[in-house]
């Protein structure tokens, strides 16, 4: 019988280790003979995603809302692909994903409610994993070359806020991430292998 597939996403402030934790991941599961691949968002090889890559970067001034729908569009420009990985068995693995628009989006004032609803179409996670570390972890991980965001202590603050109450829901998992990388990726195997199972 054909494996399942499934959508994880990675979700936390800048520097927390998604990236690394989804490589890790991704590894594993290859190694235990599951197909599984790794998208990142935002995704700037897109029209969408070049857009942000210069507003993140300030050539562009848009208001939060108009960066939120540039973030979910980015998406929506995707969605076609990761229906057919799921579909077809593979394990999809997001850095980033439908929660990191709640998060910056209600750090930056916007309404929770509007920023998950226009996400409702899209694949909704099988497991979401938040790597929770301190704004100011986040700061001293990345020094040199921060977007606009990455620079805003307070907002980084309020952004993290919104993840925890998020991670309270089903579905996900808050992980502390100030811990060993093989430690936390570890604990994220463990996880991650019993919800495949139960598929």
């Avoid at 750090?107 to 704004?135: C, E, K, N, S, V």
């Avoid at 977007?147 to 991670?167: I, K, V």
């Avoid at 089903?170 to 919800?195: H, K, L, N, Y």
Wanted: proline share 4%; charged share 30%.
């Amino acid at each position: 019988m054909a494996a399942t597939g499934m959508l994880i996403a990675f979700e936390g402030l800048d520097q927390s280790g998604k990236e690394t934790q989804a490589q890790l991941l991704r590894d594993r599961l290859k190694e235990e003979g599951r197909k599984a691949r790794i998208v990142a968002f935002p995704d700037y090889s897109t029209s969408i995603g070049e857009e942000l890559a210069r507003a993140l970067q300030g050539e562009r001034d848009y208001s939060p809302d108009v960066m939120q729908l540039l973030y979910v569009a980015n998406r929506y420009e995707r969605k076609p692909d990761l229906i057919r990985w799921v579909e077809g068995g593979l394990v999809v693995i997001c850095d980033r994903y439908l929660a990191s628009s709640v998060a910056y989006g209600e750090a930056h004032g916007l309404d929770a409610a509007w920023l998950t609803d226009m996400q409702r179409f899209l694949p909704q996670p099988g497991l979401t994993l938040m790597l929770d570390i301190a704004p100011e972890t986040a700061l001293a991980r990345k020094a040199a070359d921060r977007d606009r965001y990455e620079r805003d202590l307070e907002m980084l603050a309020r952004a993290r806020e919104s993840y925890r109450r998020q991670a309270a829901a089903p579905g996900w998992m808050r992980i502390d991430g100030e811990r060993d990388r093989r430690e936390i990726a570890t604990e994220i195997f463990t996880a991650v292998t019993a919800r495949l199972a139960r598929l």
